[in-house]
């Protein structure tokens, strides 16, 4: 039996001989990990930005219901929906989108309330009047614009507001401040031309978490045509979508998957002469079947776990350092829109060493099997 460290020395001197056929095999190895990788990482770090963004979300989320779409709601509502067992704070919230065709972004509109529990003021404050915003980094970054800049926006009636930046914000969610603009109420309101007594949603705490599914059913009666929407059904929402868009992704890349499968089961089920000759003399001069079988593991190792480890820098790279240029308009949908967005690094160790037994074992053991087969004949038939 041969020592483990002659073997590994062995092992690599063979790959240097051959090295532009097992450089070939690393890059089409590296490609495929970069390529899966890029869509765990992404999906990851949109699902795990969603969820920090949820966390402090309200219990249900009250909207009004015409036709089947979302219009504003009375907010006469709230005397009806402060008599129900159980309802906590109630909030109206005054929001909406804009599309700014200067830098060919949504944003969100948003008026300034004290349960903005989210949000982090990096410098000045909210907004308290009609001329005044707040804006988040994103939107900052994307109009170049600092503290006492002037934020120009147009109505409906294409008509210009000038709005003075008294204040810039981030969130533990990146998403949150991303596309976010603050105004003070009555601003907002005569922005969108919002009635007074309607509001774009109600917000409802519920004093009892358990209790959440039965007070939206109450809500549901008092209010036929409207629809609560639970915090559990949001984060529920968000998973799918972006395990289905991820699944798309995935299945886009379907060929070089198959490929990849294809290319491990041609290398398991055959092996060239001047390899079968190789083993042959090996096993001349004294190599017993294990100490070949070690040397293709360690071959194969070698070969695998630098792909792997190379693939996941460049996806690594490709997801936080370039926002991951080529994957993202899938993920993300219609808010490619949004000012630049730059995924935090979120990484779930599970789906790498899920990823990892899906590639480098099977890669490895395909080194392995087609060498045993050869290993165990005689070494004369074999070398002739």
């Given at each position: 039996?041969?020592?483990?460290?002659?073997?590994?020395?062995?092992?690599?001197?063979?790959?240097?001989?051959?090295?532009?056929?097992?450089?070939?095999?690393?890059?089409?190895?590296?490609?495929?990990?970069?390529?899966?990788?890029?869509?765990?990482?992404?999906?990851?770090?949109?699902?795990?930005?969603?969820?920090?963004?949820?966390?402090?979300?309200?219990?249900?989320?009250?909207?009004?219901?015409?036709?089947?779409?979302?219009?504003?709601?009375?907010?006469?509502?709230?005397?009806?929906?402060?008599?129900?067992?159980?309802?906590?704070?109630?909030?109206?919230?005054?929001?909406?989108?804009?599309?700014?065709?200067?830098?060919?972004?949504?944003?969100?509109?948003?008026?300034?309330?004290?349960?903005?529990?989210?949000?982090?003021?990096?410098?000045?404050?909210?907004p308290q009047t009609d001329t005044?915003?707040?804006?988040?980094?994103?939107?900052?970054?994307?109009?170049?614009?600092?503290?006492?800049?002037?934020?120009?926006l147009i109505t409906g009636a294409?008509?210009?507001?000038?709005?003075?930046?008294?204040?810039?914000?981030?969130?533990?969610?990146?998403?949150?401040?991303?596309?976010?603009?603050?105004?003070?109420?009555?601003?907002?309101?005569?922005?969108?031309?919002?009635?007074?007594?309607?509001?774009?949603?109600?917000?409802?705490?519920?004093?009892?978490?358990?209790?959440?599914?039965?007070?939206?059913?109450?809500?549901?009666?008092?209010?036929?045509?409207?629809?609560?929407?639970?915090?559990?059904?949001?984060?529920?929402?968000?998973?799918?979508?972006?395990?289905?868009?991820?699944?798309?992704?995935?299945?886009?890349?379907?060929?070089?998957?198959?490929?990849?499968?294809?290319?491990?089961?041609?290398?398991?089920?055959?092996?060239?002469?001047?390899?079968?000759?190789?083993?042959?003399?090996?096993?001349?001069?004294?190599?017993?079947?294990?100490?070949?079988?070690?040397?293709?593991?360690?071959?194969?190792?070698?070969v695998a776990i630098c792909s792997?480890?190379?693939?996941?820098?460049?996806?690594?790279?490709?997801?936080?350092?370039?926002?991951?240029?080529?994957?993202?308009?899938?993920?993300?949908?219609?808010?490619?829109?949004?000012?630049?967005?730059?995924?935090?690094?979120?990484?779930?160790?599970?789906?790498?060493?899920?990823?990892?037994?899906?590639?480098?074992?099977?890669?490895?053991?395909?080194?392995?099997?087609?060498?045993?087969?050869?290993?165990?004949?005689?070494?004369?038939?074999?070398?002739?």
């Amino acid at each position: 039996m041969k020592g483990n460290g002659r073997i590994i020395e062995y092992a690599l001197s063979t790959l240097a001989r051959r090295k532009f056929k097992n450089f070939s095999i690393a890059v089409v190895f590296s490609a495929l990990i970069a390529v899966l990788s890029s869509i765990l990482f992404l999906t990851h770090a949109y699902k795990t930005e969603t969820l920090k963004l949820l966390d402090n979300s309200p219990e249900i989320i009250l909207q009004n219901m015409s036709g089947g779409r979302h219009e504003l709601i009375p907010t006469e509502y709230i005397k009806t929906l402060s008599g129900i067992a159980g309802v906590g704070q109630i909030v109206p919230r005054y929001w909406g989108y804009y599309y700014d065709s200067l830098t060919s972004a949504n944003y969100t509109l948003m008026a300034v309330d004290e349960n903005m529990r989210d949000i982090q003021l990096i410098d000045g404050r909210m907004p308290q009047t009609d001329t005044e915003c707040a804006v988040g980094r994103g939107v900052a970054d994307l109009r170049q614009a600092g503290l006492k800049d002037d934020f120009f926006l147009i109505t409906g009636a294409e008509l210009s507001v000038n709005l003075k930046i008294v204040g810039i914000f981030t969130a533990n969610s990146a998403i949150l401040t991303n596309d976010l603009v603050v105004m003070a109420k009555d601003g907002l309101i005569k922005f969108f031309n919002m009635p007074q007594d309607k509001a774009t949603d109600i917000t409802i705490e519920v004093n009892n978490p358990a209790e959440v599914s039965m007070v939206a059913r109450k809500i549901r009666r008092a209010f036929p045509n409207s629809r609560p929407i639970l915090k559990t059904e949001l984060i529920r929402t968000y998973d799918n979508i972006f395990n289905w868009r991820g699944g798309i992704v995935l299945t886009m890349f379907f060929g070089a998957i198959a490929a990849f499968m294809i290319f491990v089961w041609d290398k398991a089920t055959g092996i060239n002469a001047q390899e079968r000759r190789e083993i042959g003399i090996l096993k001349a001069i004294g190599w017993e079947t294990a100490d070949v079988l070690t040397l293709k593991f360690w071959e194969g190792t070698v070969v695998a776990i630098c792909s792997f480890f190379t693939g996941l820098i460049l996806a690594y790279v490709h997801v936080f350092y370039f926002n991951a240029q080529f994957l993202a308009p899938v993920l993300k949908g219609w808010s490619v829109l949004f000012p630049r967005f730059e995924p935090m690094p979120y990484i779930d160790i599970y789906q790498i060493f899920v990823l990892f037994f899906l590639t480098v074992v099977p890669y490895v053991a395909a080194s392995v099997v087609p060498s045993w087969k050869v290993a165990i004949s005689d070494p004369d038939a074999v070398m002739r």
